[in-house]
């Protein structure tokens, strides 16, 4: 979910102009030792591509509590995934930037041995994986989920 702190132009409303992006510094992930890109860097880097922004300022920040507060300071904005924010977005110390073209998944992939013992967890957590969207009114985590 792009985020950025309340107070930004960006919070008010609906936007799809990519020219309100312009100028705007993000907040990611490092990469990993040996690694490329993080998934969350990569896939920001794509979007902002995607807009027109390949050139945009990417700061790692390798924290996400980190990047939450530095978002929430106006120091950047953030791409971040929504399960960690539901105490932010609820008491509006971030707030969702709703511009559809920034909103975007990562594939998840479940890699287990066939032949080992799979305990009630690991065959339900398959299970839901395989499943995935779940159906309105399956879920009983009672979270919101975007993968």
Known sequence: VPVCPPGHPLAAGRTDSAAALEGQRWLAFPAPPGAPADLYTLALQQLLAACGLGAAEIVPVDSLTAQKRMAEAGFGLAILPESSLQEELRTGTLRAIDMP?????????????????????????????TDWPHKPGTCTCQQPHQL
């Open 101 to 129: 073209a920034l909103t975007t998944t990562i594939p998840v992939a479940l890699i287990r041995r066939r032949t080992a013992f799979q305990t009630g967890a690991a065959r339900a957590l398959a299970a839901a994986l």
